[in-house]
């Protein structure tokens, strides 16, 4: 069995916060016999770019003081289709299996550690949660494509000596009626891959997912509707993470495995948990993003079972983000710098 001695290495000692974070390593039971130390995940998702980029990019990214990246090589299905494309002609470069791994040698070249993290876009509905199918035929489609995908992946992240490897995302339906589909996955990528192998469960999802036992750690794309208001103030954030993270607590001690957030992200726009009544109510609205990053990282950030986490997105495009953009980027926004104090371990006030 490997001890994957999780270390904490960033202090996050707030001037808002009740206590200190807990610095201690953490050791967590998985299948292999080596020894992995994952310091504390302070990341951030790429948007994987439409045509090739130098390695110089990934220099804004240190600076803004994180210290992983996720890198997410799409595959993609057919609204109304079972099979899963991967590596066709006619994707973006950097959704490419070679385009991906160009990405991830970028990054190591800075020091900055890597999740790969395969993510299925389904053509005509988008993400995979709603993604579902009639018959066994067209599941055994799914699987077997869907496998070759993932095991490709796997061996890109093998060959790259990749951090962590996640086996899939947000599929909501096929985690519960193919159960052991995945499971079956889990060992054939462990037979590749040697490191920490997670998944990418939806926010309503997570409790659902029934092999976290196979996996080193709990994946959660944790985009929870904390407040419908159009501007939640910074105390109601933060009652909401409090509450959020006694639960969280809760399934991590029942499953006995730690907890990353493999996606996180408050936009810039009013009603940023939601609650808007039409398109016209998401107006840009740069403190309710300041508010929502100062809230989390004032609460659940800092909790011992906690691995951390990759903020959506980032964007390698000139001028990303800025005042009148309402996406998830902190990109060129005021949250930039509070995020950047706390990746960097900069103390930083309510």
């Keep these: 069995m490997k001890l994957i001695l999780l270390g904490f290495s960033i202090a996050l000692f707030f001037s808002c916060a009740d206590t200190k974070p807990n610095d201690s390593e953490t050791p967590l039971l998985n299948s292999t016999d080596s020894v992995v130390v ?33 890198a997410i090589p799409y595959g993609y299905t057919e609204e109304g289709q079972a099979k899963v494309n991967f590596n066709y002609d006619g994707r973006w470069w950097g959704e490419s299996i070679n385009g991906a791994g160009e990405c991830i040698e970028f990054a190591q070249s800075r020091e900055l550690k890597t999740l790969l993290k395969p993510h299925v876009w389904v053509v005509g509905q988008g993400w995979p949660g709603e993604f579902d199918l009639n018959s066994e035929n067209e599941w055994l489609i799914w699987e077997s494509t869907y496998r070759d995908y993932i095991l490709a992946c796997a061996t890109l992240a093998d060959s790259m000596n990749v951090d962590v490897f996640c086996i899939g995302t947000e599929y909501r ?18 037979e ?37 208001e159009k501007e ?19 399934f991590s001690e029942k499953w006995d495995k ?13 009603f940023m948990n939601g609650g808007s009544k039409s398109e016209e109510d998401l107006k840009p609205n740069m403190k309710n993003q300041e508010k929502g990053y100062t809230a989390f990282f004032n609460t659940i950030w800092k909790e011992e079972w906690m691995l951390g986490g990759f903020l959506w997105k ?11 953009n309402t996406r998830y980027t902190p990109q060129n926004k005021p949250a930039q710098e509070i995020v950047k104090a706390f990746y960097g371990g900069k103390l930083e006030s309510d």
Aim: proline share 4%.
């Design 38 to 70: 994952l310091d504390k995940m302070s990341g951030v998702s790429l948007e994987m770019p439409s045509k090739p980029i130098e390695s110089d990019k990934m220099d804004a990214i240190v600076d803004f003081g994180a210290k992983w990246v996720a």
């Design 173 to 190: 339906k096929s985690v519960v009626k193919r159960d052991k589909f995945w499971r079956r996955l889990i060992d054939e990528v462990r």
């Design 192 to 228: 590749i891959y040697s490191g920490p192998v997670t998944y990418a469960a939806n926010w309503d999802n997570y409790e659902n997912v029934k092999f976290w036992d196979k996996l080193d750690f709990i994946g959660i794309d944790a985009y929870f509707p904390l407040s419908k």
């Design 232 to 250: 939640p103030s910074l105390d109601q954030l933060k009652t909401g993470w409090i509450k959020k993270s006694k639960e969280l607590k809760t």
């Design 258 to 270: 730690k907890i990353a957030f493999t996606e996180y992200g408050f936009k810039s726009v009013d």
């Design 314 to 324: 980032w964007h390698f495009y000139e001028n990303a983000g800025g005042l009148e």
